[in-house]
């Protein structure tokens, strides 16, 4: 079963900038899947960041930060981008990729059933 690995977490001021890669670890990736984004913050319900189709790169976005991110995916490395720019304090929380079939797109996690372990993020104001 493929696997998925997050990185690119860490620590930033309010106003700076994150990319957060997911690998998967086989190219069954590729084959018209869709690899969503979550956040989860401590006491908080996990929601829905971003979605991208493996294979024509149509993606949407949450509500939450909407404006100041980008997902993008290059299947050549079986990896999906998360660019986060002007973050704020309310961003800190755990981010986790995560993979499922599908025909539409969607954020709601229960749809998914491949997690990564995730990789946290850090915004001090």
């Known amino acids: 079963q493929v696997q998925l690995v997050e990185s690119g977490g860490g620590s930033v001021q309010a106003g700076g900038s994150l990319r957060l890669s997911c690998v998967a670890s086989?190219?069954?990736?590729?084959?018209?899947?869709?690899i969503g984004w979550f956040r989860q913050a401590p006491g908080k319900e996990r929601e829905g960041v971003a979605v991208?189709?493996?294979?024509?790169?149509?993606?949407d976005y949450g509500n939450s930060m909407s404006g100041r991110i980008t997902i993008s995916r290059d299947n050549g490395k079986r990896t999906v981008y998360l660019q986060m720019n002007n973050l704020k304090p309310e961003d800190t929380a755990m981010y986790y990729c995560?993979?499922?079939?599908?025909?539409?797109?969607?954020?709601?996690?229960?749809?998914?059933?491949?997690w990564g372990q995730g990789t946290q993020v850090t915004v001090s104001s």
């Open positions: 995560a993979l499922r079939n599908g025909l539409s797109l969607s954020l709601d996690s229960t749809l998914y059933y491949t």
């Open positions: 991208i189709s493996t294979r024509d790169g149509n993606a």
């Open positions: 086989d190219d069954t990736y590729i084959y018209n899947k869709h």
